[in-house]
């Protein structure tokens, strides 16, 4: 999410990045990648957990992307087209319940939800209101909060391990511009960047 890096190959190749830009900023902080929250006792990993003056805070990220090649100072990035948008969606707003419940148990501070994707499927507001996903959108300009659950006609293979989520705050849906990467719609990156905020 930076000049430097205005694409990524890959989600994991995004944690690395913005774990080695944290570290940078101030490298008497402690950084991990998939660390797991002291105070919860299921099995839940962060993507990115950073201590520092005594403040914790947990980062989930999404990054979902459309195809497109693309060079940047000599790299070449070919991302693949992931499709799939009601299961990214759901994803998203799982992470920011995820995030919820480790604020909420006290093992942090704050904590962060960052999705950032080239797909506008993600931000454009949808021309249909009938669809399997209603409860799961996150567009641009749409409110994060409540109980969320599929349609009754959803497949239970999209169900499976993503039933029912709960979101105890207000999240205003507000993606920002974040690189031009080539021509046409999938060259455009926006971020989503939602703070759950402490109790």
Request: net charge negative; glycine share 8%; aromatic share 10%.
């Amino acid at each position: 999410m930076t000049e430097k890096r205005p694409i990524f190959h890959s989600e994991d190749d995004f944690k690395h990045d913005l774990v080695w830009k944290i570290h940078e900023q101030d490298e008497i902080c402690n950084v991990r990648l998939e660390r797991w929250p002291p105070s919860i006792k299921e099995s839940m990993y962060v993507d990115i957990w950073v201590e520092l003056e005594g403040t914790t805070c947990a980062l989930e990220l999404k990054y979902k992307t459309k195809k497109l090649t693309f060079e940047h100072r000599g790299e070449i990035y070919k991302l693949k087209d992931q499709a799939a948008q009601d299961i990214g969606r759901c994803d998203i707003l799982h992470d920011i319940e995820r995030l919820e419940t480790i604020v909420r148990s006290g093992s942090c501070t704050t904590a962060f939800a960052i999705s950032l994707t080239n797909d506008p499927l993600y931000w454009e507001q949808p021309k249909r209101d009938d669809v399997t996903l209603e409860a799961y959108r996150v567009h641009e300009g749409k409110t994060l909060n409540g109980t969320l659950n599929w349609a009754p006609r959803t497949a239970k293979s999209t169900i499976a391990g993503r039933e029912g989520i709960i979101i105890r705050h207000g999240y205003g849906g507000h993606w920002n511009m974040n690189s031009p990467c080539g021509g046409g719609s999938s060259g455009e990156f926006r971020y989503l960047l939602l703070r759950v905020p402490p109790e």
